[in-house]
């Protein structure tokens, strides 16, 4: 497709609160906004939004990515996904799903069709890590606005104290049972551990969670040994997660059997095709990457050809994407709506986002 100009602004939102993982704390997400302009003046919206607790590509890595865009006047996904375009995960994707919008938006234009209701996917609820008294008063929150399934983010008490591994999980366990006795026996509860646990405290902290009924451990550890020997001492389903970047890792970790599914951050993976194939491999659901209204947009859509596909890891499970209510503010003037736990796509055609651009230049970096 020939461009005729690429504007790559890097912003920020605040959080409501901070956001507290084992990874540590965000008080808010960086990310930057891409916008590819075609020819006939069509603008395609993409959002790289770099993983900078994870030791990922820095933001002014992914923002010289981008921009080094300009010197192509043609862009197409097969250069985009390959070496010579020289792009980390986060500005591919951002990329790939600007061209995405692009040709969703010209696609409607040409067919003189506008684009139609599509439906909505079941979201979970994110709570940051915190004790009891913080954490089971938000989640009964999320469940008054119509979600069934909750994540809770676990081992951040072992980040903070660094204490090693004779860390009892016992606070993590506590949280768990608190959360599990003010939602009742039919709220799907879900853990996450960022892969801070080492095995010998998973295994002993699934155990104490299994009568709980824990719907999976997402990375409860850092590698694909430890989660293969973890596998065989829990009944809690193990996914993936900072293990799962490529359909390479997705295939090592299927044929391993460490873990029995995986969430896909579009970001981390590169983009919505890396995506899908990784769930060619691997039962797969979407989550957030901490996105923008954008990035949200795309993985709903991502969320939505699973689903089409019967590539998701079950059909009631609940995907990782209503993240954007943990944020103060956003920089679209329409973007996807969360509804009674299901989130919906904008009614116009590509992604539907429109961009506020007086909100993005209050919160350009």
């Given amino acids: 497709m020939r461009i005729a100009s690429v504007e790559v602004v890097p912003y920020a939102l605040p959080f409501r609160e901070p956001y507290v993982t084992a990874s540590g704390t965000l008080t808010r997400r960086e990310m930057a906004l891409l ?6 003046g069509m603008v395609g919206l993409g959002e790289a939004v770099p993983l900078s607790l994870r030791g990922g590509t820095g933001l ?95 081992g951040a008490e072992i980040a903070k104290t660094r204490v090693g591994p004779r860390f009892s999980g016992s606070r993590d366990v506590e949280l768990v049972r608190t959360v599990r006795e003010a939602l009742g026996p039919r709220a799907r509860i879900r853990v996450d551990a960022n892969g801070a646990w080492d095995l010998e405290t998973a295994t002993r902290t699934l155990a104490e969670l299994e009568p709980y009924e824990i719907e999976l451990a997402e990375q409860p550890v850092a590698t694909v040994e430890e989660a293969l020997e973890l596998a065989g001492s829990t009944g809690i389903p193990l996914a993936g997660d900072e293990s799962v970047e490529s359909r390479a890792d997705a295939e090592r970790v299927a044929a391993s059997g460490a873990f029995a599914l995986t969430g896909i951050k579009l970001s981390k993976v590169g983009g919505p095709e890396e995506a899908l194939e990784i769930a060619e491999v691997l039962p ?23 689903g089409d596909l019967g590539r998701t890891a079950g059909e009631s499970l609940a995907h990782g994407l209503a993240t954007q209510r943990l944020f103060a503010e956003t920089i679209a003037s329409v973007e996807c709506e969360l509804r009674n736990g299901l989130l919906h796509l904008p009614s116009s055609p590509g992604l539907g986002v429109e961009i506020d651009d007086e909100a993005l230049q209050a919160h350009r970096l």
């Fill in 284 to 306: 797969a659901y979407v989550t957030s990457a901490l996105d923008g209204p954008v990035g949200i947009a795309a993985a709903l859509q991502v969320a939505q050809s699973l």
């Fill in 35 to 40: 916008r590819l302009r075609s020819q006939d």
């Fill in 60 to 154: 002014g890595q992914v923002v010289a990515e981008l921009e080094r865009l300009s010197k192509r006047d043609r862009l197409d996904e097969a250069l985009l996904r390959s070496d010579a375009a020289e792009l980390s995960p986060p500005a591919r994707c951002a990329a790939l799903t600007a061209l995405l919008d692009l040709r969703g938006k010209r696609a409607a234009a040409e067919d003189g069709v506008s684009a139609g209701p599509s439906s909505p996917i079941r979201c979970n609820a994110t709570l940051v890590a915190g004790d009891p008294a913080t954490v089971v008063p938000a989640a009964e929150r999320w469940a008054a606005d119509g979600f069934s399934t909750f994540k809770l983010k676990l």
